[in-house]
């Protein structure tokens, strides 16, 4: 028998003045985009922004729908609306956060396995590594360099 082990790197930073100010603005702009969540059923509204490589920001948030399995992620809505409109930029960064209005969020919050999946789809297509920062509504902020450190083992479309 083998053992295949994996090791999991995640930066921890106590509050935003550990960033450096494009990463701050690209998490000030993850929480802009939570007032736009459309969250009538969860009350969960979340934010999402892309840091491109032109330094354009563009953002998402999760639209819900009284047909539950319907609902968008925040992470999902930003990244079809960037391969929809800038399919010839890279991403570099993502920043993820959240507000509730059931707890306080005081720690971060991250990506869903569906978004996970979605995220090394876009990574992959652009052979360069998403960093991925999250927080919640105030609390530490995780740094993770890529999104395939989130998801070992993934499926990609190599093998079809
Ligand atoms: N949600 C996201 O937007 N991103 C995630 O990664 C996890 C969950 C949304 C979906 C739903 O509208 C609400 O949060 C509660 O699950």
Known sequence: ???????????????QSELTPEEQELLQTAATFTKNAYAPYSQFMVGAALRLDNGQIIGGANQENASFPLCICAEQAALSHFGSNYPDQKITQIAITATSKKSALDHPVSP?????????????????AIEIILQ?????????????????????????
């Open 1 to 15: 028998m083998k053992v295949l082990q994996n090791q999991f790197t995640a930066y921890v930073f106590d509050n």
């Open 112 to 128: 869903c396995g569906s978004c996970r999946q979605v995220l090394c789809e876009y990574e992959s297509r652009q052979n360069q």
């Open 136 to 160: 919640g509504n105030g609390g530490p902020i995780f740094k993770i360099n890529s999104a395939h450190d989130l998801l070992p083992l993934s499926f990609d479309g190599s093998i079809l």
